[in-house]
């Protein structure tokens, strides 16, 4: 069984199309780029899938039952800029975040939910910076407390909203080694990018998308000129054809 | 926000014909309502943004607010009634029933608080993520949303409606130079604003000056003490740090010249 299938998702903004039949199935175990130009409705669809934003139409299942059903089988890394990171808080304690989902209501996080965020942060080599305060954190730094966070929910399937902006190459590292750890352990990750250059080394699947599905597939044979071009309208020029057709 | 509820406290008022915390808290929260909505729709359908259209709507709220207050002081002999003292507020004005009100509200927040801390520091911190991980975040925003009508509407009476915001955000303001952790800037937040009621309420009491502008002087003063001499996040300490820094740069330089030199 499939963990993620998405069935003809449309998402409209103010009765304008941004996302029309959006349908693709991810087999478990794969990193999948999502790859568009600006305004492509990448995050849209992220969004969309986790019903942050409401659905035209379309249907997203996790597992096999709707993703309503699922929640906890799905853990998401919003981009970085998305919150206040002068927020009164301290590493540790939003990776204890990803721990609510388990901990329940109202109760307190147990010694057990703060092992586990502690060993999420050595993962992502931040332990040392555990009781630093937010706002004191890097970008890559607060990039990988986010990462952590979603590693501390223990998901099966994960979505993560350009995770790769603006991180420095340190950062860079740790997050491909968390993406190849989290395959590994057979999870399934999809992944918002922008940078064509480095598609082929880090992923698996590719969805090409513009407002559409352009191609989604394998990346070997998906990933093609003639399909970056069809995504870009034609203005990816600065790619030479040996990065692509390998 | 509580320049927003004032025509609703008006109104409630007019229909109601007396003063009733209840009332008032119904009417304060219709109007606050429609205040959000009016802002959500000019943000939506215009090309202005979020802090100017509540600029635009808070303002027109609190001018209607202050005419209906008029017109009820002019008209339904408001100054028995005592509706005036919404203006600027007046601690001595609270009867018997008014402070039972207050005590059973405040120990219903502080509850509420303690019980849900957790969620409202995920729903403030990262909402998105929130709903992502199954935290009923539009009925905990609600919850929240009504504790804070409620403080407005029940703080009228103490500080009045220009002030409330000032009330509701300043102690919290002073107390953030104080701490990192949500869970001490809560506590210390509530402690300020405790002290700076205390003082205010005794001073309003000995000057014959309004309560409300009083609470607020003295909420200002602990804040700009904060901003002052907090250690690690206030100014002086912040120059002082970097007076240090520059001395230790100096001496490293003056060490690298004479190296230099050798």
């Known amino acids: 069984m499939n963990p993620l299938v998405v069935e003809q998702v449309t998402v409209a903004y103010d009765r304008q199309l941004v996302l029309e039949d959006v349908s693709f199935s991810v087999p478990e175990g794969k990193l999948v780029g999502i790859i568009g130009p600006n305004g492509a409705g990448k995050s849209t669809l992220m969004k969309a899938?986790?019903?942050?934003?409401?659905?035209?139409?379309?249907?997203?299942?996790?597992?096999?039952?709707?993703?309503?059903?699922?929640?906890?089988?799905?853990?998401?890394?919003?981009?970085?800029?998305?919150?206040?990171?002068?927020?009164?808080?301290?590493?540790?304690?939003?990776?204890?975040?990803?721990?609510?989902?388990?901990?329940?209501?109202?109760?307190?996080?147990?010694?057990?939910?703060?092992?586990?965020?502690?060993?999420?942060?050595?993962?992502?080599?931040?332990?040392?910076?555990?009781?630093?305060?937010?706002?004191?954190?890097?970008?890559?730094?607060?990039?990988?407390?986010?990462?952590?966070?979603?590693?501390?929910?223990?998901?099966?399937?994960?979505?993560?909203?350009?995770?790769?902006?603006?991180?420095?190459?340190?950062?860079?590292?740790?997050?491909?080694?968390?993406?190849?750890?989290?395959?590994?352990?057979?999870?399934?990750?999809?992944?918002?990018?922008?940078d064509l250059q480095t598609v082929r080394d880090y992923f698996d699947y590719v969805l090409l998308l513009n407002k559409r599905v352009v191609a989604f597939g394998e990346t070997e044979s998906v990933f093609t000129y003639d399909h970056i071009q069809k995504t870009y309208g034609g203005k990816v020029t600065f790619l030479s054809s040996t990065h692509i057709v390998g | 926000m509580a320049h927003a509820a004032l025509p609703g406290i008006c109104i409630a008022f007019l229909l109601y014909g007396q003063k009733s915390l209840l009332v008032f808290l119904i009417g304060a929260a219709c109007s606050g309502y429609i205040a959000t909505v009016c802002i959500q729709f000019i943000v939506k359908h215009t090309r202005i943004k979020e802090d100017a259209a509540i600029g635009i709507v808070l303002s027109v709220f609190f001018g209607l607010g202050i005419v209906l207050l008029t017109w009820i002081n002019q008209h339904e002999g408001g100054n028995q009634s005592g509706i005036n003292d919404f203006l600027f507020g007046k601690a001595a004005s609270l009867t018997g029933s008014d402070v039972n009100v207050l005590t059973v509200t405040a120990v219903t927040m502080i509850i509420t608080i303690l019980v849900f801390f957790k969620e409202f520091k995920i729903i403030t911190f990262d909402r998105a993520f929130a709903q992502g991980i199954g935290v009923p975040v539009s009925l905990l925003n609600g919850v929240l949303m009504f504790l804070i009508v409620s403080v407005v509407v029940i703080g009228l009476q103490a500080v009045g409606v220009v002030l409330m915001s000032a009330l509701l955000i300043t102690p919290a303001l002073a107390a953030r130079y104080w701490t990192e952790k949500l869970e001490w800037m809560t506590l210390l937040a509530g402690v300020f604003g405790a002290l700076s009621g205390l003082a205010g309420a005794y001073m309003s009491l000995i000057t014959y000056v309004p309560t409300g502008p009083l609470v607020i002087i003295f909420a200002t003063a602990l804040f700009l003490f904060s901003f002052l001499f907090a250690p690690k996040r206030g100014l002086c300490s912040k120059i002082i740090r970097r007076h240090v820094e520059r001395k230790k740069l100096r001496v490293k330089q003056l060490m690298y010249e004479r190296g230099e030199q050798l």
Not at chain 1, 148 to 169: H, I, K, N
Request: net charge positive.
């Open chain 1, 49 to 194: 899938m986790l019903n942050f934003i409401p659905r035209m139409h379309g249907n997203v299942f996790v597992y096999g039952k709707p993703y309503e059903k699922q929640r906890h089988l799905v853990g998401y890394v919003p981009q970085r800029n998305s919150v206040d990171w002068d927020f009164p808080t301290n590493a540790l304690d939003v990776v204890l975040m990803g721990r609510y989902g388990h901990i329940g209501l109202w109760k307190r996080p147990r010694k057990e939910d703060v092992d586990i965020a502690m060993q999420c942060l050595d993962k992502v080599g931040m332990l040392p910076y555990a009781k630093r305060q937010i706002s004191q954190l890097s970008g890559g730094q607060q990039q990988r407390v986010f990462l952590a966070r979603a590693l501390a929910q223990d998901a099966s399937v994960y979505f993560m909203d350009e995770p790769f902006v603006g991180v420095d190459a340190a950062t860079e590292k740790a997050i491909v080694q968390l993406l190849n750890e989290l395959k590994m352990r057979g999870k399934t990750v999809l992944v918002v990018h922008h």
